[in-house]
């Protein structure tokens, strides 16, 4: 039996089933997973799904602090003895993160990076996974420099997205996971020799026994509306505003097109300016009748909306690998979404999706159009998305990359 740390931020947020999906992919690879956050998310956007009860109950959280946390911390580096004193120490001067007050924010993180190795070592941890490169990274470089546990990184977006000191960050790593080779690409031209030697491009996945349809996909027929079905959070990068242009621009062609976009604001604290702008938009546009905002959703629901929905679409400016995409493509609902990022490294433009371009409202509503003018093409990227997802794309792919690290 292999034991793991699995830290994920603000866990279990809105766009983490693929977490649990791999906790528990590893989990029957004999892999007994230990789940770490920073801390709870924010209300808003706490996932909703069937799991998220049962994920918060096994998570063990290291914010907000407790005295009792600190203390662990703190012994832990004291325990550590001269030699990881010296390197927590050089660890915090040698960090590229700014001024004095970017330090002292160090050395918080460093003490939380004490806590974590304290209950590594108490639990037993082979190994610490990390699914971020910001903050969480920095708590396992420190637990790594208290107690010399090895850590691998998991990078889901542009490196810029995850603040400064990447290369410290990535130069303790035991090996590092990318989600597409466009990151892995720019990942090793940014750090030169500080890449770990072994850096995986991960395919991702869904689980196809789950995201699979109750009845054969119906194109649209003309009659009714032509329903879109959209997930993914409310953030300007989504380009969810596009979409709703496009929505528009279909109904000046005669397409009766009907979206439901699911996802909530991710901006912190109480405020959704991202929200209050969409909602603007569509009133704008007097969309109120065509266009639901439906917030943050469950499984179940998502599953509901594409098995109705005639296509799914998704108009990201950068989309590193699309989760959403995948279970849309598993569910055999054709996709329209732009070349973006690692979107094309999944959809092959005419063959198992159409693929648009970025910050063009006029092509998304064109490719969303050949679905819905065209049913015999619609049937083929159902069926050829859903072909390529069994194939390829199946949710224990990275848990097996991750078992055969270990492994070695």
């Given at each position: 039996?292999?034991r793991?740390?699995?830290?994920?931020?603000?866990?279990p947020?809105?766009?983490?089933?693929?977490f649990?999906r791999?906790?528990?992919?590893?989990a029957?690879?004999?892999?007994?997973?230990?789940?770490?956050?920073?801390?709870?998310?924010?209300?808003?956007?706490?996932?909703?799904?069937?799991?998220?009860?049962?994920?918060?109950?096994r998570t063990?959280?290291?914010a907000?602090?407790?005295?009792?946390g600190?203390?662990?911390?703190?012994g832990?580096?004291?325990?550590?003895g001269?030699?990881?004193?010296?390197?927590v120490m050089?660890?915090?001067?040698?960090?590229?993160?700014g001024?004095?007050?970017?330090k002292?924010r160090?050395?918080?993180?460093?003490?939380a990076?004490?806590?974590l190795?304290?209950i590594?070592?108490?639990?037993?941890?082979?190994?610490l996974?990390v699914?971020?490169?910001?903050?969480?990274?920095?708590?396992a470089?420190?637990?790594?420099?208290?107690?010399g546990?090895?850590?691998?990184?998991?990078?889901?977006?542009?490196?810029?997205?995850?603040g400064?000191?990447?290369?410290?960050?990535?130069?303790n790593?035991a090996?590092?996971?990318?989600v597409?080779?466009?990151?892995l690409?720019?990942?090793?031209?940014?750090?030169g020799?500080?890449?770990?030697?072994?850096i995986?491009?991960?395919?991702?996945?869904?689980?196809?026994?789950?995201?699979?349809?109750?009845?054969?996909?119906?194109p649209?027929?003309?009659?009714?509306?032509f329903?879109?079905?959209?997930?993914?959070?409310?953030?300007?990068?989504?380009?969810?505003g596009d979409?709703?242009?496009?929505?528009?621009?279909?109904?000046?062609?005669?397409?009766?097109?009907?979206?439901e976009?699911a996802g909530a604001?991710?901006?912190?604290?109480?405020?959704?300016p991202?929200?209050?702008?969409?909602?603007?938009?569509?009133?704008?546009?007097n969309l109120?009748?065509?266009v639901?905002?439906?917030?943050?959703?469950?499984?179940?629901?998502?599953?509901?909306?594409?098995e109705?929905?005639h296509?799914?679409?998704?108009a990201s400016?950068?989309?590193?690998?699309s989760v959403?995409?995948?279970?849309?493509?598993?569910?055999?609902t054709?996709v329209?979404?732009t070349?973006?990022?690692?979107?094309?490294?999944t959809?092959?433009d005419?063959?198992?999706?159409?693929?648009?371009?970025?910050?063009?409202?006029?092509?998304v509503a064109?490719?969303?159009?050949?679905?819905?003018?065209d049913?015999?093409?619609a049937?083929?990227?159902a069926s050829a998305?859903?072909?390529?997802?069994v194939?390829?794309?199946q949710?224990?792919?990275?848990?097996?990359?991750?078992?055969r690290?270990?492994?070695?």
């Amino acid at each position: 039996m292999i034991r793991l740390g699995y830290l994920v931020p603000e866990f279990p947020g809105q766009t983490h089933t693929f977490f649990w999906r791999e906790l528990n992919s590893l989990a029957e690879m004999g892999v007994e997973c230990d789940i770490v956050s920073t801390r709870p998310p924010a209300k808003k956007l706490m996932s909703q799904h069937a799991w998220s009860d049962e994920a918060t109950a096994r998570t063990t959280y290291l914010a907000p602090p407790t005295v009792l946390g600190m203390l662990d911390g703190l012994g832990a580096i004291i325990m550590c003895g001269p030699a990881g004193w010296w390197r927590v120490m050089r660890g915090v001067a040698k960090s590229k993160v700014g001024g004095l007050k970017s330090k002292a924010r160090l050395v918080g993180l460093a003490v939380a990076g004490g806590r974590l190795a304290a209950i590594a070592r108490r639990r037993q941890w082979k190994h610490l996974q990390v699914h971020s490169c910001a903050d969480s990274a920095h708590v396992a470089l420190f637990a790594h420099l208290v107690s010399g546990m090895p850590y691998s990184l998991m990078l889901h977006g542009p490196l810029e997205d995850y603040g400064p000191n990447q290369a410290m960050k990535w130069g303790n790593a035991a090996f590092g996971i990318v989600v597409n080779h466009k990151l892995l690409a720019e990942l090793r031209a940014a750090l030169g020799a500080a890449a770990p030697v072994e850096i995986d491009v991960a395919t991702m996945g869904v689980n196809v026994s789950i995201f699979h349809r109750s009845a054969p996909y119906r194109p649209w027929d003309g009659g009714g509306p032509f329903r879109i079905f959209s997930c993914g959070r409310l953030n300007p990068c989504k380009g969810h505003g596009d979409l709703i242009q496009a929505v528009s621009l279909l109904r000046d062609k005669g397409v009766d097109a009907h979206l439901e976009i699911a996802g909530a604001d991710d901006s912190p604290g109480h405020s959704q300016p991202m929200l209050e702008k969409l909602e603007k938009q569509i009133d704008v546009l007097n969309l109120k009748d065509r266009v639901v905002l439906l917030g943050t959703v469950s499984e179940q629901v998502v599953l509901e909306g594409l098995e109705k929905s005639h296509v799914f679409a998704l108009a990201s400016l950068n989309e590193p690998r699309s989760v959403a995409i995948m279970e849309a493509m598993a569910m055999g609902t054709p996709v329209v979404a732009t070349r973006s990022g690692g979107t094309a490294e999944t959809v092959d433009d005419g063959v198992d999706g159409i693929l648009v371009e970025p910050l063009n409202p006029t092509d998304v509503a064109k490719g969303l159009e050949l679905v819905a003018r065209d049913g015999n093409l619609a049937t083929r990227l159902a069926s050829a998305g859903r072909e390529k997802i069994v194939r390829s794309y199946q949710s224990d792919q990275n848990a097996r990359n991750i078992l055969r690290h270990l492994e070695n």
